[in-house]
């Protein structure tokens, strides 16, 4: 008697093992894709194959066992761990009987259905159109197959291509239109960013592979050092749970004053097209004074996250940006923490207050290396000078003399030279 009732497609993932020294950990997380796809797993199949089958992907012998499981599991839908070319995956769909999803479509999918801002949900429209345009023959073949099967004689040729050009230009269309409503959103965050980089206030921006823990890094520095109206974002336990950027600006007890930003996470294999349109997203991190790479030191695969990201922020153009390490969960480890190694790596939980005080020392180090201390004398006429002290400098000590304010201060180099007529040396 059947009494489970299936709400969950059923999946099998498979994958080319070609020697890759990250095989298994690239499929654990094909299965965790599947899973934040809502997907279920119910099996694994791999081959060692020196290069992919041009036709089919996998060789012949392991299509035959696939076609089995496909059957015997009831499966709905095979992933692969590689992006398919568009003759691979309909050569392998018309084989199996079953639908095939390649790495690029289900992530994709995950994109989509994740993506809430106008500005995500267009990338991922255009990523996802770029995705099916040159895949687009094989459902005007199949129409074309079934018109023949349908016997309905002799126009079928023709009005399956002139069918497929149509799809095409509809499809290039679309994705120009979209492009346009895209980049007039760009225009105005390119506006407010520029803005910001004029305020001179430092920026920090938060990056790393999808759940480490940087949007809960976030909302812990928000909470402390944010504005009353400040709002936290967005933080959970699945992949890609940020697709936006957020800016906040933190405030620090000693005046400091740094933008922070939370964005998009990385996985292994992020599609081309995907990385192309979040080129805009991730813009805030390309223009940050210092990146913040959270990894999540509790996954055994730390170390090929962190070889990810560093590719990944490559692909975007992003190098040559000081970047400080931040080992994060280590309280799902035996390590321990809050420590701090060199001057660039500390090992800390998110979760815990004195990990976001060494933290943010951290950041404070970096972002305001060119801090100087010094005493300034302010005649009393130029009142609004200390005002201006008081309100962007960390004041250390006052001390009012006949003459004017001593004060003892720390303040940025930049500060320094336009004031530097009231120093006392
Ligand atoms: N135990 C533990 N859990 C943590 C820590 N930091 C974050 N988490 C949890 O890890 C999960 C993912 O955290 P997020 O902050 O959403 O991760 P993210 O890096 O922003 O992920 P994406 O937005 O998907 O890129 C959440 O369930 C957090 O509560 C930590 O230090 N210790
Ligand atoms: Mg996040």
Redesign the pocket.
Known sequence: METNIQTEEQVLISGLNTEQEDFDYSMRELAELAQANHMEVVGQVSQAIDRPNPATYFGSGKVEELKERVFNDHVHTLITNDELTPSQLRNLENELGCRVLDRTALILEIFAERAKSKEAKLQVQIAQLQYRLPRLQTSANQRLDQQTGGGSGFTNRGSGETQLEMDRRTIQRSINHLRHELSAIDRSEEVKRKQREKSNIPTAALV?Y????????MNGLVRRYGAVEDKTVF????????LDTSVRQLHLPDQKRFLLS?T??FVSKLPTHLVESFKSTLAEAASADLLIQ?IDVSDPHYEEMMKTTSKTLKQIGIENIPMIYVF?????TEMEYPVMEGDDRII????QSESLDLLTSVIRKHLFKDYVEAKMLVPFKDGAVVSYFNEHTNILNTEYQSSGTLLTLELSAEDYAKYEKYAVK
């Open positions: 790393g999808t759940n480490a823990g940087k949007s809960t890094i933080e959970k336990d699945m992949l890609f749970a940020t939370d998009v996470g959270v994060n969960k280590a309280d799902k800390i939980s998110a979760k």
